[in-house]
């Protein structure tokens, strides 16, 4: 068990108020029995402060890169993290095609920055896991979130590093995919980066939409015969 599910409740009665950098995380899911999940974690005084949650099944990945743009321009992150793999890929290009800046990347299967851990996900599970225990994270009361944080399971390998059991795992055990639980743990890879960043500071800039516009030719003299 990686998040004991008593810190995971305890966490939706903390009041941490959100003063700091923002980051939009994305776990990119596209048909079949998968969300796509979207969740703002906002810096706060103590802590960090999940500001919105929200999912959606059967979203292309046109869908989701509107609704990434639709939740920028109201929440204006700093950072938006994007499941990089598989069809998430798709939806980073389209952003980064309309000129959005400070998008990460994020690949599961990268190699970890501390060796303890196997890989990029089990590393910032681990980040995740410790905010819990330090009480340092305050999280919206869904109980598809609390379900999935509390499913969460970790081993050890045989040279030591720990490794999260993966998606495809849990589902063989009758569990549903941990898609906004992972969206979650995603907002980990840029949290150093969030961490220093003033809440008027570092917004993502919003393109100006594309707009036609015909244009006008004088009008031609007409001649009499």
């Not at 990119?28 to 029995?33: T, Y």
């Not at 798709?90 to 190699?111: C, Q, T, W, Y």
């Not at 410790?130 to 969460?152: G, H, M, P, W, Y």
């Amino acid at each position: 068990l990686l998040i004991p599910l008593s810190e995971i409740e305890y966490a939706t009665t903390l009041s941490l108020v959100p003063d700091g950098g923002k980051i939009l995380s994305v776990d990119v899911a596209r048909f079949g029995d998968d969300e796509t999940a979207f969740i703002i974690l906002q810096k706060a005084a103590g802590g960090w402060h999940m500001r919105y949650l929200n999912a959606f099944k059967g979203q292309d990945t046109v869908q989701t890169a509107g609704r990434v743009m639709e939740l920028s321009s109201e929440y204006f992150p700093d950072w938006i993290v994007i499941d990089d793999c598989g069809v998430g890929g798709g939806v980073s290009d389209m952003l980064r095609h309309r000129d959005f800046p400070n998008i990460v990347a994020f690949n599961s299967n990268e190699k970890s920055p501390d060796e303890s851990f196997y890989s990029q996900r089990d590393y910032c599970y681990w980040k995740l896991k410790k905010l819990f225990a330090d009480r340092r994270i305050q999280i919206i009361n869904d109980e598809k979130l609390k379900t999935q944080l509390s499913c969460v399971r970790f081993e050890y390998r045989p040279d030591g590093a720990k490794k999260i059991e993966s998606k495809d795992k849990m589902k063989k055990k009758g569990f549903s995919s941990p898609d906004r639980a992972d969206a979650l743990m995603m907002a980990m890879s840029a949290l150093d980066r969030a961490e220093n960043v003033k809440s008027n500071e570092g917004h993502v800039y919003m393109p100006t939409p594309m707009v036609y516009r015909p244009r006008l030719h004088a009008k031609r003299p007409v001649y009499a015969v």
